[in-house]
C-alpha cells in the first residue's frame, strides 16, 4: 500500500502578531529566529502560506539578544523581501521567454520562444511578429529549441516551415 507524503508543515500565519521577535501583516510575517550558520540571530520574512522563506538575513544584537522588531524594520524587510521576489519572477520569466529581431525579405520581425515548463509535455510555442505587431504564425517546438537569429530567419524565409531534421 502507497502511503502519500504529508504535505510541508507551513507555520502559522502571525497576521496582527506584533512582538519583539514575530510581526505580522499584510499578508507576510517576521521572525527573529537563531542562525544556524553562526552565533546571533536571523530575520527570515515569509509571504503568508509559503513552505520557504521569501528573505533570511542577519539580525542586530541588543546586548545579549535580538534587537525587537517594530513597524520600520518590519517595513524595511518587507521592501527587501518583495524585491527578491521580484528579481526571481524576472529571472524565472527571462528563462522562459526569448525574443530576436531580425530582417527577412523587406519586413523586420519579431520573433518570441515561450517555454511551457509542462511535466507530461513540455514545449516552447515559436511565433513571428510582422512590423505591425500582427502574430504571422504560431509553431509548437520542442522545448529545448534554440532561438538564434540565424534559425528565426530560416523559419521566416520558408513559409514558417521546418524541415524534417530542424
Known sequence: ?????????????????????????????ARVIKSDDAEGWA??????????????????????????????????????????LQRQTAQRQAHLHKQVTVRAGDAQWEVTLDIV???????????????SGESAARQKVAADFRLTAAAARAWIESDFRFSEGD
Open 117 to 131: 515548463p509542462d511535466e507530461y509535455d513540455p514545449h516552447a510555442l515559436l511565433e513571428a511578429f510582422d512590423e
Open 43 to 84: 530575520v527570515e520574512m515569509r509571504r503568508d502560506g509559503e513552505s520557504e522563506p521569501a528573505l533570511v538575513q542577519p539580525w542586530r544584537m541588543a546586548g545579549d539578544s535580538p534587537e525587537p522588531l517594530g513597524a520600520s524594520a518590519f517595513s524595511a524587510l518587507l521592501r527587501q523581501a518583495s524585491a527578491v
Open 1 to 29: 500500500m502507497i502511503v502519500p507524503a504529508p504535505a510541508p508543515v507551513v507555520p502559522e500565519a502571525v497576521a496582527g502578531v506584533r512582538d519583539a521577535r514575530q510581526w505580522g501583516e499584510d499578508g507576510w510575517s
